[in-house]
DNA sequence: AATGACCGCAACCGCTTCTTC
DNA sequence: AGAAGAAGCGGTTGCGGTCAT
């Protein structure tokens, strides 16, 4: 038995956003705040499934999206990135403001990888020339072995040799702003875990440039580099170089520190709040 | 001008991860 | 602990536009 779909299809909307459902999808948004999507299209009064609300609204709707061409350092950014992290569209895209994981996926499928293959024809057998058919709309999934999936497998391929470790997210909350969670807590207890310390200045210059988002951490390295990093982007830590790692005993380490913190935090934040119900 | 090949991107699908109970 | 549902993610496809012949 498989597993039932997000949504009823019957009766729903597909293909192409009107300008009509954007307006009541970014409306609908506007007045109550993202989320609930799988209710969403029913109050919002869209025949459309969650999922399909969820992803206009994310890589289309949302304000503060940056539309237009990719530019030039955005472009090396995005395969330094990738040579750092493979395929994890959102991490990337957390690293570029306004730029969509979809839209960067489709920038390195179409543009960038396109790079790499060039680099690896010299090596590779020739392939036949490209025949493609047109109109063949009911193509049976993972059949038949078309440019496209061969374009994929050379991605796949590319991935695997440059991306050694996969890495390693430890979440944490993003919204965290006491001081309790600032550097020098999280120094702290990156040096009880073992963890060698760079400065932001080094690790912004060596590693990917900086910017103020996402509230994780991830592990990422390549094997034959003597370091493994570990990237907190949230606050106002930076980046923490350990030297002699397990990365994954350090990841469990520092994550159980940082659990330890979020519950210390959350004390505090109900302490407070007492306090002032007083 | 007609046709087919190719390109780029929006959208879908299915799997994984997270959260809640 | 684990089941179920929601949300997130990445791979893949469909289709309109453009280019080459």
Known sequence: MGRAPCCSKVGLHRG???PREDTLLSKYIEAHGEGHWKYLPKKAGLLRCGKSC??????YLRPNIKR?????D???LIMRLHSLLGNRWSLIAGRLPGRTDNEIKNYWNTHLSRKLQDKKKLSLPPQPPKKKKRNDKKKKKNTTITSRTRQTQVIMEEKHT???PKAIRITCNPNITSSIFDTRSVYSCASHAGFDIISTEEAVNNIIPW????GVGYFAGDDDDEHHYLVNSSSETSLLVPTNCTTQDNA???ERLYQEYLQLLKTEEEENKQQQQQ
Not at 68 to 72: D, V
């Open 16 to 18: 192409p956003w009107t």
């Open 54 to 59: 969820r992803l206009r609204w994310m890589n």
């Open 68 to 72: 237009g061409n990719i530019t030039p």
């Open 74 to 76: 955005e472009d090396d």
């Open 162 to 164: 440059i991306h050694a």
């Open 211 to 214: 910017s103020e988002d996402v």
């Open 252 to 254: 469990q380490v520092l």
